[in-house]
């Protein structure tokens, strides 16, 4: 049976402090919210801590019960409760919590293979859209800017649609990556490129996405190259998680093996 908190709770306060990146970084855990995102991270392994529910949403959500079987804690709080641990209007009804696992940049090139670098991107939805076109695409590792969105935001978490669960993800500054870079090729996202579509691509291969208004910024010395998307429309630019979307497609293409 699930165990029910009042609104003081020393455990609804926790759980609220995942909502700030201070908690989040404090606490090394996250929260996320819905029964799909739920069911999505115990499907891909992940060590889901204790699961907080409105008592309708535990009568009738199947990955509610399904966490229960598998002995991970159930709370159930009231509406004005589980409101106060979301950060959306309309919560779902449903919040998990999980530890915060992230890896080095160097883990990340453990191997040949297309990997995104999300160059101080600071639009949750865009970075949540590139972790779920990655995933798309193939492309399993994803470096973070660390002056850009955090990977574990709770905005960024439901853009990713469950893809955060699933990939290999670290935070890095330019230096950190520069420093096991190797034989690494990085090719910045850039107006100024060669058109993508006529790119070779390396087999250890970096695709570098820039910040929506200062474009690549310190990461712009890493690039060895730079590739554009080709527009004949009249629009001047598309937003990263667009632009990104298309040269993570053109580069899955044409990537040697």
Wanted: proline share 5%; glycine share 10%; net charge negative.
């Amino acid at each position: 049976m699930p165990t029910s908190l009042g609104a003081h709770n020393a455990r609804v306060e926790f759980a609220r402090e995942l909502l700030t990146k201070k908690g989040r970084r404090e606490h090394a855990r996250f929260s996320f919210e819905g029964p799909t995102l739920l069911a999505d991270a115990i499907a891909a392994g992940t060590p889901v801590e204790c699961v907080y529910a409105t008592a309708a949403a535990y009568e009738e959500s199947q990955a509610v019960r399904g966490a229960e079987a598998r002995g991970i804690p159930v709370y159930v709080v009231d509406e004005r409760t589980m409101r106060r641990l979301s950060d959306v209007e309309s919560p779902a009804g449903v919040i998990a919590i999980a530890p915060i696992a992230l890896f080095t940049a160097a883990d990340l090139l453990d191997e040949p293979g297309l990997v995104l670098a999300l160059a101080d991107l600071n639009d949750p939805g865009n970075a949540g859209t590139l972790l779920r076109t990655a995933e798309a695409f193939g492309v399993t590792r994803v470096i973070f800017g660390s002056r850009g969105a955090e990977p574990h935001l709770p905005k960024v978490v439901r853009a990713a649609m469950g893809a955060i669960f699933r990939l290999r993800i670290a935070v890095a500054t330019p230096a950190d990556l520069n420093a096991v870079l190797a034989d690494w090729e990085v090719t910045g996202l850039a107006a100024q490129g060669e058109p993508l579509g006529r790119l070779a691509w390396h087999r250890k291969a970096i695709l570098a996405v820039g910040n929506e208004r200062h474009g690549l910024e310190g990461w712009e010395a890493l690039c060895a190259r730079f590739g554009a998307i080709p527009m004949s429309g009249g629009a001047e630019s598309l937003n990263a998680g667009v632009a990104g979307s298309i040269a993570l497609y053109e580069a899955s293409k044409h990537l040697s093996v």
